[in-house]
């Protein structure tokens, strides 16, 4: 079976770094996405990892390890506009087919 | 610009109606999918095509029916059969055989009457 795991909601405070975490149990591995989703609007994409390590992109980070079925989102410098859920999602399979997603996690950015 | 339409933003549905929600986009993108998105969930596959004239299930396809006659359009109808339609609805497209995320449109929200 398919199964991606993260926190349902997380509050952290305006300038703060706050870390996301996903884990995955997938049949196969062929990527890990990253989106972000304010409420209700479409999930816009942030980050994209395949091989193990970080890759960075501004205040956003993500890092995975394939042997623990694990990556995180590193958010620096918080804003008030990070306050939105973030979407992990996982190609288990060729790149042709399609993502499976986590239940998202919910962040509140406080002042 | 580029990018993907979802019409109407928002849509209501009598009981024992069917109802056809609109997608088409410019990205020339072959393969275009499906989400349901209920309060607090993520995001569940309907269907999804990868080619025109082709589609397939995804997890939760019950009650919903697709098309695939060109490649700028992916039209979902939420059939009588759906038994709990109200959702947030997204359509996304992407190249696949790439390592291109998925794009989505800005969604239309279902509820019934």
């Known amino acids: 079976g398919q199964n991606i795991d993260q926190p349902t909601e997380m509050t952290a405070t305006e300038g703060a770094i706050v870390q996301i975490n996903c884990t995955y149990q997938?049949?196969?591995?062929?990527?890990l996405f990253w989106y972000q989703q304010h409420a209700g609007e479409a999930p816009t994409f942030l980050s994209y990892?395949?091989?193990?390590g970080l890759e960075e992109k501004g205040r956003f980070s993500s890092f995975l390890s394939r042997s623990k079925g694990y990556s995180y989102l590193l958010l620096k410098e918080l804003q008030m506009k990070d306050s939105a859920s973030y979407l992990c999602?996982?190609?288990?399979?060729?790149?042709?087919?399609?993502?499976?997603f986590g239940k998202g996690t919910r962040l509140s950015v406080i002042a | 610009d580029g990018g993907i339409t979802q019409s109407p933003k928002y849509l209501f549905r009598k009981e024992g109606q069917n109802v056809t929600l609109s997608c088409e986009q410019n990205?020339?993108?072959?393969?275009m999918y499906w989400y349901r998105q209920d309060p607090g969930q993520g995001l569940r596959l309907i269907y999804y095509?990868?080619?025109?004239?082709?589609?397939q299930k995804g997890d939760i396809a019950e009650g919903y029916s697709v098309s695939r006659e060109k490649k700028e359009s992916f039209p979902l109808t939420v059939t009588s059969a759906q038994k709990n339609p109200t959702a947030f609805y997204l359509c996304?497209?992407?190249?696949?055989?790439?390592?291109?995320?998925?794009?989505f449109g800005d969604g239309t929200r279902l509820s019934i009457l």
């Open positions: 999602a996982v190609r288990d399979q060729g790149r042709n087919t399609p993502l499976v």
């Open positions: 997938t049949s196969g591995f062929n990527g």
């Open positions: 990892n395949v091989l193990d």
């Open positions: 990205l020339n993108h072959d393969a």
């Open positions: 095509s990868q080619i025109v004239n082709d589609f």
């Open positions: 996304a497209s992407n190249n696949p055989n790439s390592n291109q995320p998925q794009h």
